[in-house]
């Protein structure tokens, strides 16, 4: 379920510090429902699981025009100064150093607290965060909450999240919240 953007900006999540000028672009509730220490499980299923490969032909679909479109016009690859930017930069030395699960290629993982899991992907188009939280609902039980904040590259970068904005909340996240809740259950310890 896509929640409003309050429900991470009022939350003092250490990305906020991190990248102040990225945009938030979404915040969306995972089917996740646990208790206080099932966070980590969340990032190891969420980094695990390859949520193209096991989504409906239409999702896989799309990534693999995407993936060829960058491939034709270059967008993934390096910039003519062949670095790209990281965010890893400018973490302080506790986060930098804390052990962190690694997140799926394109995605490069950034940091891993007790309740937060964050990763970039950086390419011609945009510099993205993929943001990880672990929340306390109001009647004690936690969720995942994903959100995505970006930084798009040029006016290339806006027309691109412009372009892609239908398919993610139509069908992209949909798609990948389902299978993400329909693998979280299938995980649950049994009930004695």
Known sequence: MRLPDTE??????????????????????????????????????????NPISRSPVVVRALFAIRFAIGRVLGWDSPGQSGAMPTLRDRLPADLRDRPAAP????????????????????????????????????????????AVLVKPNGLLGEAYLTAIAPFRYLIVYPAMLRTLGRHWRQRLPTPR
């Open 8 to 49: 991470h900006t009022t939350r003092p999540w250490k990305i906020g510090e991190i990248a102040p000028e990225f945009r938030l672009e979404d915040v969306w509730a995972l089917p996740t429902p646990g208790s206080v220490g099932d966070f980590p499980r969340l990032v190891e299923q969420f980094t695990s699981f």
């Open 103 to 146: 997140a799926r290629a394109p995605f490069r993982t950034l940091y891993q607290t007790d309740d937060e899991w964050a990763a970039e992907i950086v390419n011609r188009t945009v510099h993205g965060v993929l943001h990880l939280g672990w929340v306390q609902m109001p009647n004690g039980e936690y969720r995942g909450q994903m």
